[in-house]
């Protein structure tokens, strides 16, 4: 049935230099270390959803988490295939700035521990400040809820790092680059527990550590709180530098953002600010508002352009519409069966990214893409999902028309390309029927009303 090519007899299937080959080991390396992180993360998620549930009140809507797990899935299949490039390295850092070299000793990663702590707080001002670093950091906050699952809202739209840069710091110290490799993911995931409404404040660790109570001010769209605790470890580069505000017993924070993304898709929320950006700047009459949009303070449009090309803004936390799309059992069911489905895509991926190899391990990724816009277009109720979701099922049916196989699986299961293919066919054909459902391109929002006198904090 299938045509064989023999394409994945050999997991080197083109020729590679030995860096490639270095880069792509330390590639599955970290594909290996995510599939250990991610049903560890998904367990907690879930955790959380029951444990609200059990407790009566729930901080995780469906569709949002939905959203949030798929927002995680292209954040890490794009940090796995090493898909951004660093203008200079911190290893070239070390060797030509360093004023001095120590050891990798127990002190060495503290002292690692706190310079990316004190980079990753300039880093998140820089990004809430100036409105083109916006877009680099929207999507974490985009979710209208606040829990574990909006966590792994992380960005796409970033390609070039200058993170480097801003660890300078760490480099005149010569801390080694094994250290900074091993703490960085380190720090990134200890920034996952306190994404939670269930934690009440937690005594003298609020005058240490970042807590939920002062993440829950930090993703609040509310006057009081926007831009405020941006630390991410230490709370205390917040109280040293002005940009700490402790959550008030009167205010209960609001979450989101004060124009609402309206939409499930990820993909889109990791450009949208960009785009409005790119419209504002060609419509804009001045040619130094033009320049200046991009460095301005985040929000700021251009007068002409505000009052011709007004934006949606909320303008009152307490009274708002929540996003919400239109939903069923068996929808939701639906639902869930293709995020199971995208992680189980993912994993075969992160488990054999040097055995796929180049350039097919790219291939890979952008079908992943596919699948994810395909997916939440129809967590969206777009009425054109159904042709995303044919795109997905012609790229995924061609990769094993073309190569035989789907990236070498028949190793391990001679039958999977018969139940992939069945997978695509009735993913397209369940499309089909949610986006000729009536009023199935009209996203249904319902309205969240606030009041300062009736809402709590757990």
């Known amino acids: 049935m299938w045509v064989n090519h023999e394409l994945w007899q050999s997991p080197h299937t083109l020729a590679k230099s030995p860096d490639f080959a270095k880069a792509q080991q330390k590639m599955e390396q970290y594909g290996k270390i995510l599939l ?20 009566g009140k729930d901080t995780v ?32 850092l070390v060797n030509h700035l360093a004023i001095t070299h120590i050891k990798a000793t127990w002190l060495t990663y503290l002292i690692a521990f706190i310079c990316i702590d004190f980079t990753g707080y300039w880093v998140h001002r820089i990004d809430h400040k100036v409105n083109f670093f916006w877009n680099s950091h929207i999507i974490h906050h985009s979710s209208e809820e606040f829990n574990l699952a ?57 005058k240490i550590i970042v807590t939920p109570s002062h993440h829950r001010v930090h993703h609040a769209l509310n006057k009081e709180y926007i831009d405020k605790n941006l630390g991410q470890i230490f709370i205390f580069w917040d109280k040293l530098f002005g940009t700490f505000q402790e959550e008030l017993p009167d205010v209960p924070p609001v979450y989101g953002i004060t124009r609402p993304v309206r939409t499930w898709n990820p993909i889109k929320i990791n450009f949208q600010h960009l785009w409005l950006l790119i419209k504002d700047a060609w419509r804009a009459n001045s040619f130094k508002d033009k320049l200046r949009i991009w460095f301005m303070p985040t929000g700021w449009r251009p007068a ?35 995020l199971v489905a995208l992680l189980l895509f993912i994993s075969y991926l992160f488990g054999n990214v040097a ?40 790229v995924g049916i061609g990769f094993i028309y073309w190569y035989g196989d789907w990236f070498g699986v028949n190793t391990y299961y001679s ?38 006198d009736t809402e709590t904090q757990s």
């Open 304 to 338: 002409d352009v505000e009052e011709k090309y007004p934006v949606y803004k909320i303008d009152d936390a307490y009274n708002f519409e929540k996003y919400e799309t239109t939903q069923s059992t068996l929808f939701l069911s639906w639902s869930w069966f293709q």
């Open 355 to 394: 055995r796929i190899g180049s350039p097919h391990m790219y291939y890979y990724g952008a079908f992943v893409f596919i699948y994810v816009y395909a997916f939440t277009e129809m967590l969206d109720r777009n009425k054109y999902a159904f042709v995303w979701e044919l795109l997905k099922a012609v």
């Open 36 to 55: 250990i992180a991610m049903p560890a993360f998904l367990a907690l998620v879930l955790f959380e959803k029951w444990y609200g549930w059990y407790r």
């Open 61 to 92: 809507r469906n569709l949002d988490m939905i959203s949030s797990l798929t927002s995680g899935v292209t954040n890490v299949t794009k940090d796995v295939l090493g898909l951004s490039i660093a203008i200079i390295s911190y290893s070239w």
């Open 415 to 452: 039958w999977m390309n018969y139940l992939l293919v069945s997978f695509f066919v009735v993913s397209f054909l369940v499309s089909v029927f949610y986006s000729l459902q009536p009023n199935s391109n009209m996203a249904l929002r319902f309205a969240k009303i606030y009041r300062r």
């Open 150 to 206: 909006c966590a792994l809202r992380q960005s796409i739209s970033v390609f070039v790092r200058i993170f480097s840069f801003i660890m300078i710091p760490a480099a005149l110290l010569g801390v080694p680059s094994i250290v900074v490799a091993t703490v960085l993911p380190l720090h990134l995931f200890a920034q996952f527990w306190y994404h939670t409404r269930h934690i009440k404040k937690m005594g003298f660790l609020e």
